[in-house]
């Protein structure tokens, strides 16, 4: 089970930390992510992390803003969204998978997402 939490409204400028809670899964087998998509858009692959910790990939868009992390321990991957704009909006997905690549595109795992709002 794939749980977020965390979303909600912010100026533009501000910050939130996303949260997902991950069940039922070995997580430390598991690459975790985040995508995002708003109505109209197409999906968007936002920040990921690796299994090991040790590698972590960002959309353009927010390199420099947002920090992915994982803990094992807590069996959660946290998204950390610094210097928010308004074009951040969005409903956000945590998603998990054992391989990297379709967890960039087509992950197994996936949560029923959490609103972000960023007003101007």
């Known amino acids: 089970q794939v749980v977020e939490s965390g979303g909600g409204l912010a100026q533009a400028g501000g910050s939130l930390r996303l949260s997902c809670s991950i069940s039922?899964?070995?997580?430390?087998?598991?690459?975790l992510g985040w995508f995002r998509q708003s109505p109209g858009k197409e999906r968007e692959g936002v920040a990921f992390?690796?299994?090991?910790?040790?590698?972590?990939s960002y959309a353009d868009s927010v390199k420099g803003r947002f920090t992915v992390s994982r803990d094992n321990a807590k069996r959660t991957v946290t998204l950390q969204m610094n210097r928010l704009k308004p074009e951040d909006t969005a409903k956000y997905f945590c998603?998990?998978?054992?391989?990297?690549?379709?967890?960039?595109?087509?992950?197994?795992?996936r949560g029923q997402g959490t609103q972000v709002t960023v007003s101007s």
């Open positions: 992390v690796h299994w090991s910790g040790g590698q972590t």
């Open positions: 039922g899964l070995t997580i430390a087998d598991y690459n």
């Open positions: 998603a998990a998978d054992r391989t990297w690549a379709k967890l960039l595109t087509r992950p197994t795992y």
